[in-house]
């Protein structure tokens, strides 16, 4: 029965998820019945592609991404996939009315990853960010929303940026990963060997930013979702203020992590705030 295949795939983006991403997880979990689901079928989506141009090395990954593509489009238009992952994130999109424009946007991002290794203006740098991060902020927004275009468009500023926040301090994060695996370099006109505290800092800047415009959208969202996604803020955040408090000479040589106790900590702090309203 087709039902059995669709539970079958939605327990595989569930369990990509859980693999792939703990932190993403934990605030997922958090998540209402009604959207959960759809969010752990989005983020299978986002990283499967985002395996392909990143850690494939020795297959083709052109012609990997190619195929995914070609799968994609073919779920979106016959609402099947023989792909688990592709089969439940086709439902996601058909269920809420998540526009094509945003996929596209997504899937030039991750082209862009098979061959662009360094960004010299903000233009690419920001339409790389775009296409890599806000897109995916949009497609849980919607969600979030179910399909509501008035407090879509409310909530759209505040979630790209808390897409672009997120993104940002994972480029932070793996800012060594990145230079010496995949010789790639996001942040404009940085130059690795004068990487400083005054480099860093301007980066943590320009994120405390994106963090503060993306925590006014976060207390208007729908309460089925503001819990997850505040939870996921906090986790980000406190890798924020690590990264901050730690020499950029560091950064350059090790990957900078949340403790899980710390993780825990975070977690009740936020149901305690959530339950007494104060979220």
Do not use: W
Request: charged share 25%.
């Amino acid at each position: 029965m087709k039902d059995q295949f669709d539970s079958i795939s939605y327990e595989c983006s569930k369990l990509v998820t859980q693999r792939y991403s703990t932190s993403f997880s934990l605030g997922t979990k958090l998540l209402g019945d009604g959207v959960r689901m759809h969010i752990y079928n989005i983020y299978g989506f986002v990283r499967f592609a985002d395996e392909i141009v990143d850690t494939f090395h020795g297959f083709d990954k052109e012609l990997l991404l190619q195929k995914f593509e070609e799968d994609l489009a073919h779920a979106l238009e016959h609402k099947i996939s023989l792909n688990p992952i592709l089969n439940s994130f086709q439902y996601t999109v058909h269920e809420n009315n998540i526009q094509p424009d945003l996929i596209e946007a997504f899937l030039k991002s991750m082209r862009t990853d098979l061959h662009k290794q360094t960004y010299q203006t903000e233009e690419e740098y920001k339409e790389y960010i775009y296409g890599s991060a806000d897109v995916v902020g949009l497609m849980c927004l919607q969600v979030f929303v179910k399909g509501d275009p008035e407090v879509y468009d409310k909530l759209k500023s505040a979630a790209m940026s808390l897409g672009s926040a997120f993104q940002k301090v994972n480029f932070l994060r793996d800012l060594n990963a990145d230079f010496k695996t995949l010789d790639r370099t996001y942040f404009p006109n940085l130059n690795l060997s004068n990487f400083d505290e005054l480099s860093k800092m301007k980066i943590i800047d320009e994120i405390e930013n994106d963090f503060k415009q993306a925590l006014v959208g976060i207390y208007k969202l729908p309460k089925n979702s503001r819990l997850g996604v505040y939870t996921a803020y906090r986790y980000y955040h406190k890798l924020l203020t690590k990264l901050k408090n730690t020499p950029s000479v560091k950064i350059q040589k090790a990957r900078i992590r949340v403790p899980n106790y710390q993780k825990m900590s975070l977690l009740a702090q936020s149901y305690i705030k959530f339950h007494f309203n104060l979220l």
